[in-house]
Nanobody, 121 residues
Framework: QVQLVESGGGLVQAGGSLRLSCAAS????????MGWYRQAPGKQRELVAG???????TYADSVKGRFTISRDNAKNTVYLQMNSLKPEDTAVYYC???????????????WGQGTQVTVSS
């Protein structure tokens, strides 16, 4: 089994910053892409940012220039640095990882439990 544990969420004023972390553990052989998604109340879950094992990144238009995704492959950890936060960034943020497990050698999409980010105006 693979577990993803997120941390770093909280309450921040508009214009402030937060840094989210997501650490993967368990029966991991390697990790391909990792990403961050978010889901606001009454809305569908959406991709915020993604990063490949080689470091290629992608961002939702709404966060370009404000958010930065990065990863530490040695620690199986992905980060999301969020700057210039806006009230509309308020959501539960989830990380995911495309993991190759030791046991099966197959790809497995793991999800974290989510962390709340609230931006006050």
């Amino acid at each position: 089994q693979v577990q993803l544990v997120e941390s770093g969420g909280g309450l921040v004023q508009a214009g402030g910053s937060l840094r989210l972390s997501c650490a993967a553990s368990g029966s991991i052989f390697s990790i391909n892409a990792m990403g961050w998604y978010r889901q606001a109340p009454g809305k569908q879950r959406e991709l915020v940012a993604g990063i490949t094992s080689g470091g290629t990144t992608t961002y939702a238009d709404s966060v370009k220039g404000r958010f930065t995704i990065s990863r530490d492959n040695a620690k199986n950890t992905v980060y999301l640095q969020m700057n210039s936060l806006k009230p509309e960034d308020t959501a539960v943020y989830y990380c995911n990882a495309d993991v190759i497990t030791v046991v099966t050698g197959r790809s497995y999409l793991a999800w974290g439990q989510g962390t709340q980010v609230t931006v006050s105006s």
